[in-house]
């Protein structure tokens, strides 16, 4: 279907999570503060493990990119929100509602494969622990990693290729509080039944996919820590992974809601977009620090260097 250039949308309207004038403070005010804790708890994870020598190990270096994931997943989303609360204007321009839908996907998708990566590297350190160090090499580390980021880029370029070519030429209210493909694809003006299918295909079964791979290595996790004859080597192995199997709870829940179902729109979905990108971002950091012994310690050793660096004041 063509459309003029007189009738193309040139900008959007984000509505956000309440139009209710007390409700936009409310929300102002736990978005701001969960996102200082976001940002304030994945860089302290990030420095503590970069600083100490001791967390120098596959499974932290795992950690500290998911936190700098988290840190992308809110920051892509939430200060744009936060300054249509202040300033009432809820407009983006198309080009940068397109590109928000290319990094948070790319961010999103990749924090998916980072998962499974996790999950893969706890499968190796409890499955097979004499080969661990030469299996999780350095090397073999970082091009993990790097294979997730390239994965994620390839996903959000999946996700903002179709929609960007949609012809858009009004309404153009978008029915949440940061641009994603699915919100975005409803405003177009022509047939969206490939685009809906590729989104599906693309999101869904990802997000699926991942899950699912994760949920396979945690049943052979599971079966080989059961065969520990000794009850604390068994309960150090759980306590190990239940950090992890928590995130992958938070994190893959609210995405197989969204992203595996047809293209309609529940009222809920602007709270559960809110959850994956506000509330978990922030709870992995707090997550992974209460419950592991050995960060605790190295933040509080971080905390010593810097009052000893600092001296009398």
């Known amino acids: 279907m063509a459309v003029s250039n007189e009738t193309r949308v040139t900008q959007f309207i984000l509505l956000g999570l309440t139009n209710d004038p007390d409700l936009q403070i409310i929300f102002f005010v736990l978005c701001l503060v969960m996102y200082l804790l976001n940002v304030v708890g994945n860089l302290l994870i990030i420095i503590t493990i970069y600083v100490d020598s001791q967390l120098h190990s596959p499974m932290y270096f795992f950690l500290s990119n998911l936190s700098l994931l988290d840190l992308g997943v809110s920051t892509l989303a939430v200060p744009k929100s936060l300054f249509n609360f202040i300033l009432q204007s809820k407009t983006i321009s198309f080009s940068d509602c397109i590109s928000q839908v290319f990094f948070f996907h790319f961010v999103e998708g990749a924090e998916c494969f980072h998962l499974v990566l996790m999950a893969?590297?706890?499968?190796?350190?409890?499955?097979?622990?004499?080969?661990?160090?030469?299996?999780?090499?350095?090397?073999?580390?970082?091009?993990?990693?790097?294979?997730?980021?390239?994965?994620?880029f390839i996903h959000g370029l999946a996700q903002s290729i179709p929609v960007v070519h949609l012809?858009?030429?009004?309404?153009?209210?978008?029915?949440?509080?940061?641009?994603?493909?699915?919100?975005l694809s409803l405003l177009a003006c022509s047939s969206t039944f490939l685009t809906e299918i590729t989104d599906m295909i693309n999101s869904g079964i990802l997000t699926l996919g991942c899950f699912l791979v994760v949920f396979i290595s945690y049943?052979?996790?599971?079966?080989?820590?059961?065969?520990?004859?000794?009850a604390?080597?068994?309960?150090?192995?759980?306590?190990?992974?239940?950090?992890?199997?928590?995130?992958?709870?938070?994190?893959?829940?609210?995405?197989?809601?969204?992203?595996?179902r047809p293209s309609v729109t529940f009222s809920g979905d602007k709270m559960v977009a809110g959850f994956y990108t506000v509330v978990t971002p922030?709870?992995?950091?707090?997550?992974?620090?209460l419950r592991n012994e050995k960060m605790k310690k190295a933040m509080k050793r971080l905390v010593g260097r810097k009052k000893n660096f600092l001296g009398p004041l």
């Not at 049943?219 to 000794?230: D, E, G, M």
């Not at 080597?233 to 969204?258: D, I, Y």
């Open 167 to 183: 012809p858009y030429c009004g309404p153009n209210e978008i029915k949440n509080f940061f641009c994603d493909a699915h919100p």
């Open 219 to 230: 049943v052979y996790i599971i079966s080989t820590v059961l065969k520990i004859r000794s």
């Open 120 to 152: 893969y590297d706890r499968y190796v350190a409890i499955y097979n622990p004499l080969r661990y160090t030469t299996i999780m090499n350095r090397r073999a580390c970082l091009l993990l990693v790097v294979s997730t980021w390239v994965g994620g």
């Open 282 to 289: 922030v709870l992995n950091p707090f997550i992974y620090t």
């Open 232 to 260: 604390e080597g068994r309960q150090k192995a759980f306590s190990t992974c239940a950090s992890h199997v928590l995130v992958v709870v938070l994190f893959f829940g609210p995405l197989v809601f969204m992203y595996m």
